[in-house]
């Protein structure tokens, strides 16, 4: 009985790829999910999509923890060349002009003190990624388990950047004004409304500042998630828990 039903399963899963074999990309993908559950949900080696999905969660626990330890700390954006936060674009003009005379001090300042509080918003935000990553659902899992190295981090990013813009950006006003950003942004524009010619800003022009330190904070964080997954997915000793190791093993 045992052996009919393996050679049924067989049969069935067989059809079911030369079907996949003659259809669109797209069909291909129906097909061989449906083939995937009537054999268990399991790859050619074995793993399921509840084992993909679960490593993957792991995954970016281990890369959220990694990330927010090697970010939130001083210097942690700040001495960062590659996630280090410029200002935004319509400030950078005037820090250009201003800097050729010496004048600069005050948007230097201000870079300074969006990348102090980047560092500091990032560990308030730790409970807020890890929140993200419980309530995925993982679709394509064994897909992504064997995409490109940061696939996953590329899924958790194209799936919650906006919930968790709506979510650190609170956080991030509090820690930019810790840091004395909003502040010096509040001066700078009331200097520069009293000397001519001096460019002058809308009133959007704060929340631009502050949309733009939240999406490069984000940018920052992904950045590091990724190169955790990376070393999970290249390096032995990266894998911590049997999940990890079932998966990416």
Partial sequence: ?????????????????????????????????????QTGGR??????????????RAALNNGIGSAIAKVGRRGGFLND??????????????????????????????????????????????????????SLTIRDSLEIVRGPSNAATQYLKRTTTPQLTTLFRPIMVTALNQAGAIRTYDQLVSSLSNIPLAPQFGTDAKDQLI??????????????????EAAIRSNPAKRTSEILRRVFG
């Fill in 1 to 37: 009985m045992m052996i009919r039903e393996n050679m049924s399963r067989r049969a069935m899963m067989f059809s079911g790829l030369a079907a996949a074999s003659a259809c669109s990309s797209v069909q291909q993908e129906e097909i061989l999910g449906v083939v995937l559950g």
């Fill in 43 to 56: 790859s050619a080696t074995g793993l399921t999509q509840a084992d993909a999905a679960a490593g993957l």
């Fill in 81 to 134: 060349s590659v996630i280090r936060i410029p200002l935004p674009d319509f400030l950078q003009k005037t820090q250009a002009s201003f800097s050729r005379f010496g004048l600069s001090g005050a948007l230097d300042n201000l870079e300074v003190q969006l990348n102090r509080g980047a560092e500091a918003a990032a560990p308030v935000a730790r409970s807020v990624f890890l929140d993200a990553v419980s």
């Fill in 211 to 228: 949309d733009h330190s939240v999406g490069k904070g984000l940018d920052g964080v992904f950045y590091y998630i990724g190169k955790e």
